[in-house]
């Protein structure tokens, strides 16, 4: 009998096993198409040849694929965990979702962080070198030699970058103990490298989200249809009908040797054209989407600004005064034992509101930046070199989306595997510090981006605005281009 029922569990066990394996593959592989497809809307078309770089680019565009996917995978990590939480609890013998169960969501995380690792330490920069390599000297050019090139360079890397963390190691701490863990590759370098690099992404993510959550305003002002509160679109349309006229006759009476002209006047036509597209927009939306659409959005974002802020801010008073509150803290109850919000199942929704909502930002944020400007990619556009390179960057911040969300207090949920093991996730002091670095950056940027106005019209009264003291000329709610082809401020 014993040794039927140790037969009987080594086959559970493997069923389980092959279970859950498909079930990873079946998402990753979702993942992966939907992440080739939305790199395949940005790629350069001109960079589909037909000889050896063509091969290169199609294998950088793989690993690019793989990279998009997996970084897609770490921001429905969390997610994921809180919604099948919340279903375990409320259908605990339910036999149609046996499949899902603690031992899967570990795994989810185990393979989110091996995933990253791999992307971050090797396939992206096997990507980025094998695309500019081009051979020793030599050496018969071909596939072959750039990947001895690639590889080369790959190794000098891990050497640069290994004996980097053993000089911050060293110098952070000195003793006997961690010297003889420095020499514990697998166990010690990766862990702290991967550790670094997470406080890097949150970091990021800090100087991203912030500004983000400011800018959410301004791109929904964008996408959506605003009210036309005295305002006359037939008028607009006409003016706009003229000039593009008269542009049009101004370009066909050039001639072609004024080359300087002609172009500035096709870069003015083509803005003229792109405002005439939007005032027909407008004048075709209906009169909910116009009064009803936009203001309902713009109060749903505030309102889950609100949230936010308000959120970290009861979450630095737990710091303050419980130590369970801290991401590295002690464990709470397993997967489908107790729910993590107060709300139940509609807390749980609303964090996962919050989680998508806090990435979506940190994303807009990232490309606000003026360091980050020439970064975006292009429709149809963007070079592999450049698709690498975002790839990097998005899956820098969604590797530490789960961190910054446990730490800010957005959800209570534990960070599992090697998420949960980052040294300086049980630092009180840095934890507490990157909260109020949160709360305070956040509200001022709120605070600059509902100023904009006022301080405009403050520093055209004082004539301080020929000094350019108010940098708002990325804010398009600022300054839009009127009918008559000038720049108008509201």
Known sequence: MEGQDEVSAREQHFHSQVRESTICFLLFAILYIVSYFIIIRY????????????VVNRISLFLSTF????????????PFSIISNEILLAFPQNYYIQWLNGSLIHGLWNLASLFSNLCLFVLMPFAFFFLESEGFAGLKKGIRARILETLVMLLLLALLILGMVWVASALIDSDAASMES???????????????ISLMGCLL????????????????????????????????????????????RRLHGLSSSVEYNVMELEQ???????????LERRKKASAWERNLVYPAVMVLLLIETSISVLLVACNILCLLVDETAMPKG???????????????FVGAALEIILIFYLMVSSVVGFYSLRFFG???PKKDDTTMTKIIGNCVSILVLSSALPV?????????????????????????????????????????????KFTSAVREELFKALGLHKLHLSDTSRDSETTKPSANGHQKAL
């Open 182 to 196: 420095l020499y514990d590759l697998w166990e010690f370098y990766l862990p702290y490298l991967y550790s670094c």
């Open 330 to 344: 002690t464990r709470g109850p397993g997967i489908g034992s107790a729910s993590l919000s107060t709300f139940g």
């Open 404 to 448: 910054m969300s446990r730490t800010l207090g957005i959800t209570r949920f534990d960070l599992l595997g090697d998420f949960g093991r980052f040294n300086w996730l049980g630092n009180f002091y840095i934890v507490l510090s990157y909260n109020l670095l949160f709360a305070i950056m956040t509200t001022l940027c709120l605070i600059r």
């Open 205 to 248: 993510l800090l100087l991203c989200t912030p500004v983000g959550l400011s800018r959410m305003f301004t791109v929904m002002g964008q996408l959506l249809v605003k009210p036309a509160i005295l305002e006359d679109l037939d008028e607009q349309i006409y003016m706009i009908t003229l000039e593009e006229e008269a542009l049009q």
């Open 67 to 78: 990279t998009l996917a997996v970084s897609a995978g770490a921001v429905l990590l969390l």
């Open 374 to 376: 020439n970064f975006t």
């Open 43 to 54: 790629k350069r078309k001109s960079d589909e040849q037909e000889d050896e770089d063509a």
């Open 268 to 278: 003015e036509l083509e803005n003229v054209k792109i405002l005439k597209t939007k």
